[in-house]
């Protein structure tokens, strides 16, 4: 199964999936591409790095959604991609993406779904004062992590814990379920 992997920042998630692949735990997993709309994100020169190609594609040089996602799809296409890996890609997916790649465009967010969705999951999470939060790997739908939930995996938030001690709590259960996710996935082809 080729992925595309879309990312937006450093690309921690990129690594842990890139590990999973290189450890063959995600045999039937081929990195194909990572895309990227920050010309400057770290996990491009990761992925260059490990030889997996690579793509910038500014959203400011389109007229419009439509026409950003027109060329991503072409892009896609290209690379005969399967699958779609948001990992830390910080755009809402539109319709002709939505449309190419149904039930094919995964995401990790860093809440226990149905609960803070949206950019800052950790950060209301921790200022609401829950006691446990965790990771949420879904569907991508029309709605902002709104789509059916396909594993989550929680994490207890102590006294002790600040924001900066809860999201790497986070990306410690980030980086073992995303993989874990995508081995499921790909075994039921």
């Known amino acids: 199964m080729k992925i595309a992997i879309f990312a937006s920042g ?14 063959g735990q995600l045999p ?21 790095a490990d030889h997996v190609p690579t793509v910038f594609v500014d959203p400011k040089a389109y007229g ?32 002709i993406l939505l449309a190419a790649y149904r039930g094919k465009i ?12 949206g950019k800052n999951g950790i950060a209301d999470a921790f200022a ?8 949420t790997v879904h569907y991508v739908d029309d709605g902002i992590d709104t789509g059916p939930i ?16 809860i999201t790497e ?4 259960i980030e980086h073992r379920l995303y993989p874990a996710v995508l081995a499921e996935l790909t075994e039921k082809g």
Request: glycine share 4%; net charge negative.
């Open 169 to 172: 709590k986070m990306h410690q």
């Open 64 to 95: 419009s959604k439509m026409a950003f996602e027109e060329h991503v799809l072409e892009i896609l296409q290209n690379h005969q991609i399967d699958l779609i890996v948001l990992a830390g890609y910080m755009r809402i997916i539109g319709q």
């Open 10 to 23: 450093t690309g921690t998630n990129y690594q842990a999936i890139a590990a999973a692949v290189a450890a």
């Open 28 to 48: 039937q997993v081929e990195l194909a591409l990572v895309l990227s709309d920050r010309p400057q994100a770290p996990v491009l020169a990761k992925a260059a």
């Open 128 to 135: 609401y004062g829950v006691k446990i939060t965790g990771a």
């Open 106 to 117: 995964i995401n990790i967010h860093p809440s226990l779904l149905p609960s803070f969705p």
């Open 150 to 165: 396909i594993a989550q995996e929680t994490i207890r938030i102590t006294p002790d814990d600040t924001l900066a001690t």
